[in-house]
């Protein structure tokens, strides 16, 4: 397994913290809209 680094554990700890409040459809999309920019 690769070394989890500091940038994706937070991605990993986001995405996480998304899914716990039922919001990844709008985290997504403010993911794919910011990523855009």
Sequence with gaps: MPRLTVSNHYCYSQLFFALQNKSYRVWWV????????
């Design 30 to 37: 403010f993911y794919k809209k910011a990523s855009t920019i």
